[in-house]
C-alpha cells in the first residue's frame, strides 16, 4: 500500500522495501527473544547483505549492528593518494567542496529545530544528510534528491548535547558539529 501511495519507485522503492525487511527481521527476532547478541550464521550473513547491498536506513541500521555487536567495519572515507598521505596538510574537506558538495546548519547551537542548508553536486542525484551522536551511532537520516535546498529537522525529540552532521553524496561528505540546547 506504501509504495503505491507515495508513487515508489526505483531507488526509493529499493529503500523502501529493504526498510520493511529489517523491519520485519527486527519483529522477527523481538518474539523470539533474542538480541542482536544472538543472532545466527544466517541472520548475520543478512544483515551483512544489507550493509554491503542496501541504502537508506536500513543499511545504515544493519552497519550499527554489525559494528557494535560483531565487530565489523564500515568505512565511508575518501581516498587519499600516497602524496596525500604524506603531506602534513591534508584537507578532507577540500576535494569535498570543489566537487559542489556544502552543507551548513542553522540555528547552531540549535532548541527547536534546526535548518540544513545543502548542495550536492548536478551529477549526484540522491544524497543523505545523517545526524549521529558523539558515539557515532546514527540518530536520525534525511534523504536528499536534489540539488540544492533545505532540509528541517524537528531537534525537541533529543536530548541535549553534542551532536555531528554529515552530508554524503557520491564518495564524498562533508561533516560538522551541531550543538542542541
Not at 550473513?45 to 550493509?51: K, P
Not at 540544492?148 to 554529515?166: A, M, N, S
Request: with cysteine; aromatic share 12%.
Amino acid at each position: 500500500l506504501i509504495p503505491t501511495m507515495y508513487e515508489l519507485s526505483g531507488q526509493r522503492l529499493n529503500e523502501y522495501n529493504d526498510y520493511k525487511s529489517f523491519t520485519e527481521f527486527q519483529i522477527s527476532l523481538e518474539q523470539q527473544n533474542n538480541d542482536i547478541y544472538e543472532l545466527d550464521s544466517i541472520e548475520v550473513d543478512y544483515l551483512v547483505d544489507l550493509a554491503d547491498n542496501s541504502s537508506g536506513t536500513a543499511k545504515t541500521a544493519a552497519r550499527g549492528i554489525l559494528e557494535y555487536a560483531y565487530d565489523y567495519h564500515y568505512c565511508d572515507c575518501l581516498p587519499a593518494s600516497d602524496e596525500e598521505l604524506k603531506s602534513s596538510e591534508v584537507s578532507f574537506d577540500k576535494p569535498a567542496h570543489d566537487y559542489g558538495l556544502e552543507i551548513e546548519a542553522k540555528p547552531n547551537p540549535a532548541d527547536v529545530w534546526v535548518a540544513f542548508n545543502f548542495k550536492i553536486p548536478n551529477y549526484v542525484q540522491e544524497a543523505i544528510i545523517e545526524i549521529s551522536d558523539v558515539n557515532g551511532r546514527i540518530i536520525y537520516s534525511i534523504d536528499i534528491h536534489k540539488s540544492v535546498g533545505q532540509k528541517i529537522w524537528d531537534t525537541r525529540v533529543i536530548e541535549p548535547g553534542l551532536y555531528f552532521y554529515t552530508l554524503k553524496a557520491g564518495n564524498f561528505s562533508k561533516s560538522d558539529k551541531l550543538i542542541i540546547k
